[in-house]
């Protein structure tokens, strides 16, 4: 996988993976922070977390047909510099004030615009160093590296969050309590009920930074002391956008032939595109169009992990770990389990024995760490809602290789499933997925009746975590699969509009993510799983009703 790569290939990985670092802090904490700030219900969280995530992946489209006026380079360049102006507002402490929520909603625009012009072009500087003969072989191996550059950066994310927050409100003489907020802005709208009040005032009686303040006080003081703390959390993009820019300017000699105008690139390559009838042209198009109607409602449930399954982790989930369990909620811990994936495949690889004895011996050394991390640790750990979020990247990094060995192992025996079979069946695990929080949601209280607060009842964080394995299993047979699928079946002359296809499935699938937030507080708990379980049952129905005609365009 990694050898005979390009240089470029890791520079511009590594530059890729500051800039997601900075994406996925914000992102980890973002719901929270506008629902703790404003006092945004459930449904208008949502909205804002899937018009923004829609927004994102909207504007890749515009990003590129920029790039073929001006080149890859300047695009990548001005979008960091978008997005860290961006940022900067985020991390500005404001009032919960109109000021406020506009300031907010123009960093969210520039966000926006900076990851479009930012995200896709590099992706293509990617792929053009794969135009040289001598790396073409290596492609598809080096866009599964790129993919996980991508999760390392998001795995380190919500431990930054968290102990940036835990920070800022312990020197206030603070801390986070998962029901303080919606109670706190209740008892200022005075709509709080007599039982809710009494949890206020116990929560208040344990935090030194309450004392002498009346219960009002208290509570416009923690929602501000919480709110900055989560501005000061999204000051980490910045920092990590200027370790991305380090990195790309340094290393530029590495890839500046990449950087090539899309439109002379579209020019000499002309040449040798394929010629196909209008009716391979219309008939690859239809089945591409296909697949983007089955994956937007995967990404609708897949990025349901920063709305409504972080209000599951707030309101239903325990907020401790005991046991085995706490190895997950250790960034080093992940790291070390990351890593010995590699080295033991490496073990099994190898073709020599100092080769095989090295990688074992690397191999016990790392989970000897893991162990000292494990017995270091309290027999009972907190846990944050945003901490869950480490677990999707964390399996994306550590199970891609033995995903590309399966894969490569069927493909070797001429049974390895093609592009839309991986697809339908990433749909069906998607919904195996929902179903484990269904099974476990069914005697629990449904938002509703919660009233802002937490429930009485807490499930084992175990659900939530074997929720992301699954999911991440359809991730892995779902997304680097559709991308491949784009790639080989779209007309040489349209590859940028159907990739472009592509980014705007994803965009509306990402404006879909609203739906079930807006029935988390109108449908029993289970029902709002089953919603999701729905929609990817019928879409795993449909790619496989029209198999044929979608194996028939990649013909």
């Known amino acids: 996988m990694f050898k005979g790569q390009p240089k470029g290939l890791y520079a ?22 506008i629902q703790a700030k404003f006092g945004f219900s459930a449904a208008v ?12 992946y909207f504007m890749p489209l515009f990003g590129g047909m920029l790039a073929d006026r001006i080149g890859f380079g300047k695009c990548v360049t001005t979008g960091i510099s978008i997005m860290f102006i961006g940022y900067a507002l985020l991390a500005i402490p404001t009032e919960a004030s109109l000021l406020g929520k506009v300031l907010m909603f123009g960093a969210l625009a520039l966000i926006a615009c900076g990851t479009g012009l930012f995200k896709g072009n590099l992706q293509v500087m990617v792929g053009n160093l794969y135009d040289d003969p001598k790396y073409a072989s290596k492609r598809d191996s080096a866009f599964s590296l790129f993919y996980m550059a991508i999760n390392i950066g998001a795995m380190f994310a919500p431990t930054a969050a968290k102990a940036i927050t835990n920070f800022f409100m312990r020197s206030s003489g603070l801390v986070y309590d998962a029901s303080l907020p919606a109670l706190a802005h209740q008892y200022l709208n005075g709509t709080i009920l007599a039982d809710n009040e009494i949890l206020l005032q116990s929560a208040m009686s344990e935090m030194p930074g309450a004392s002498g303040l009346t219960i009002q006080e208290f509570c416009n003081s923690y929602i501000s002391h919480l709110s900055s ?42 040449a040798k595109c394929e010629e196909l009838t209008p009716e391979q042209t219309k008939s690859r198009v239809t089945a591409l169009l296909l697949v983007f109607a089955v994956v937007l409602f995967f990404w609708m449930a897949f990025h349901q992990n920063g709305l409504t399954m972080t209000y599951f982790a707030r309101d239903y989930t325990q907020n401790t770990a005991e046991g085995p369990l706490r190895i997950g909620f250790n960034i080093w811990s992940l790291v070390l389990i990351a890593v010995s994936v590699y080295t033991l495949i490496s073990f099994f690889q190898s073709k020599s024995s100092k080769g095989k004895l090295t990688s074992l011996a690397v191999t016990v050394l790392l989970w000897l760490g893991v162990w000292g991390i494990y017995s270091s640790q309290a027999e009972t750990i907190s846990i944050f809602p945003s901490d869950f979020q480490q677990f999707n990247p964390f399996f994306v990094v550590a199970l891609t290789p033995v995903s590309l060995l399966i894969f490569s192992w069927l493909a070797s025996r001429g049974k390895e499933p093609s592009a839309p079979r991986k697809i339908g069946m990433g749909m069906i695990v998607a919904a195996i997925g929902f179903l484990i929080l269904t099974a476990c949601s069914l005697n629990l209280a449904s938002p509703k009746d919660l009233q802002g607060t937490v429930s009485p009842t807490l499930v084992s964080p175990g659900y939530l975590i074997s929720t992301y394995l699954v999911l991440t299993f359809a991730e892995l047979l779902l997304s680097p699969m559709g991308i491949s699928f784009v790639s080989r079946v779209a007309p040489p002359k349209m590859k940028g509009a159907m990739m472009g296809g592509w980014f705007v499935a994803t965009a509306v699938g990402n404006y879909l993510v609203s739906i079930p937030a807006f029935f988390w507080d109108k449908l029993p708990l289970w029902g709002v799983w089953m919603i999701l379980i729905g929609v990817c049952s019928v879409s795993a129905i449909f790619i496989f009703s029209i198999m044929k005609k979608l194996e028939s365009a990649t013909n």
Do not use: P
């Not at 590495?254 to 002309?270: C, G, I, L």
């Open 45 to 56: 969280a949502g909205q804002v977390y899937s018009i923004f995530l829609a927004a994102v």
């Open 12 to 33: 511009l990985a590594l530059a890729n993976t500051g800039e997601r670092f900075g994406y996925y802090t914000m992102l980890a904490i973002f719901v929270l922070f």
């Open 229 to 270: 703390s989560y501005n000061y959390g999204f000051a980490v993009a910045c920092f990590s956008l200027i370790v991305s820019m380090a990195i790309y300017y340094s290393c530029r000699s590495w890839f500046k032939h990449t950087d090539v105008s899309a439109r002379k690139a579209t020019v000499n390559e002309s």
